[in-house]
């Protein structure tokens, strides 16, 4: 008897590609927007104003160069790193193989999606403290910095990449005693 379709699995995962590559093109476009609008408010002050989600560092652009571009620069990377782990669940998505799930490059891609976002959060965690250090001068980035989810997410993927290593044990195991 002929399969009529894809199971309900293949159709999900079709849908989390989806999801994944608009991620990555959201994160994709943020950092290059940010670094855009940076390059234009070395020159143009007043670009600071306008930053990408409505970000204001026009005074903190006044006051300081240094920390202007310390900060843009996190925020970049912060982007361009949040964009790579997407790349890497596209990438992981079109590896997996649900006949044989347990191969050892859908392990290699869950450790490093877990060891990226890791340090996603020690960015962020950095992030946060330089611009708690700045105070006010860093307009709303200070209040609305988050970086806990990172960690969760980080050890979740780290767990998830540790049930496909035994699992690929297991499998190895499996074929030797057969």
């Known amino acids: ?3 009529m379709g894809k199971t309900q699995t293949e ?3 079709i849908f989390m590609k ?3 590559w608009i991620a990555f093109f959201g994160f994709a476009v943020a950092a290059g927007a940010t670094l855009f609008i940076y390059t234009v408010s070395v020159w143009n002050p007043d670009a600071a104003s306008h930053l990408y989600d409505g970000i204001n560092l026009y005074d903190l652009r006044q006051t300081s160069l240094l920390k202007y571009s310390i900060t843009m620069f996190l925020l970049i990377l912060t982007n361009a ?3 790579y782990v997407w790349w890497m669940v596209v990438k992981l998505i079109n590896n997996l193989k649900i006949s044989n799930p347990f191969t050892r490059i859908i392990a290699y891609n869950l450790a490093k ?3 990226t976002l890791f340090a996603i959060w020690i960015l962020s965690v950095t992030a946060g403290g330089f611009f708690a250090w700045m105070g006010d001068i860093a ?3 200070n209040a609305n910095w988050k970086h806990g989810q990172f960690l969760f ?3 979740l993927v780290f767990i998830i990449f540790q049930i496909f ?3 690929i044990e297991i499998q190895s195991e499996n074929d030797l005693t057969v």
């Open 139 to 141: 307009g709303n980035l």
């Open 165 to 167: 290593k035994r699992g």
């Open 11 to 13: 159709q999900v995962l």
């Open 1 to 3: 008897m002929k399969k």
């Open 81 to 83: 790193m949040k964009a």
């Open 153 to 155: 997410m980080a050890c």
């Open 113 to 115: 999606i877990s060891y």
């Open 18 to 20: 989806i999801l994944a």
